[in-house]
């Protein structure tokens, strides 16, 4: 079985995590991420929050009533939509992606783990504003269910 590392999300940028779990991921090993809602990205959050609906207003040429490119809403489909941009796009690359989980919060059976962050990703370096996942995924229109994490 190969080795399990758990990633703490939370006050980390969301690209400069994403590029160090897909090292770990070439690496051959299996990562999870906890506290997905609270990674960060940077930028204004108007500006970022309009890059990510720019999508929802495209159309295809070919049916322009049918809606455009998916976007993924929650910031477990972020998380892993980041990671899945940077993985190769290939049949490993699809395996890769399939040894992540991304939790939101942190599930019972993580208590208690030696948790690892990544610290050239950490939210110090910014200088600027930042919004994080969960802010943006509320955004979008994800709804908050109460409920254990998924995945």
């Known amino acids: ?3 399990v590392v758990i990633v703490n999300a939370e006050n980390q940028i969301l690209g400069r995590m994403a ?3 897909v090292k770990l991921l070439k690496e051959g090993k299996k990562v999870v991420i906890v506290n997905a809602e609270k990674a960060v990205i940077s930028g204004p959050k108007s ?3 309009a890059g990510y609906k720019l999508y929802f207003s495209l159309r295809t040429l070919f049916n322009p ?3 455009g490119v998916r976007r993924p809403r929650s910031p477990i489909n972020i998380v892993k939509r980041t990671i899945r941009g940077m993985l190769p796009k290939t049949p490993k690359g699809r395996q ?3 040894s992540v989980k991304v939790y939101i919060g942190v599930p019972q059976q993580y208590n208690g783990k030696n948790f690892i ?3 050239d990703a950490d939210v110090k370096r910014l200088k600027g504003k930042y919004i994080t996942v969960g802010e943006l995924a509320k955004e979008m229109g994800w709804k908050v269910y109460v409920r254990a994490a998924v995945q």
Do not use: A, D, H, I
């Open 1 to 3: 079985m190969s080795e």
């Open 19 to 21: 590029t160090n779990v």
């Open 47 to 49: 500006r970022v929050v």
């Open 65 to 67: 009533e049918k809606q």
């Open 96 to 98: 890769m992606l399939k």
């Open 117 to 119: 962050s990544f610290p």
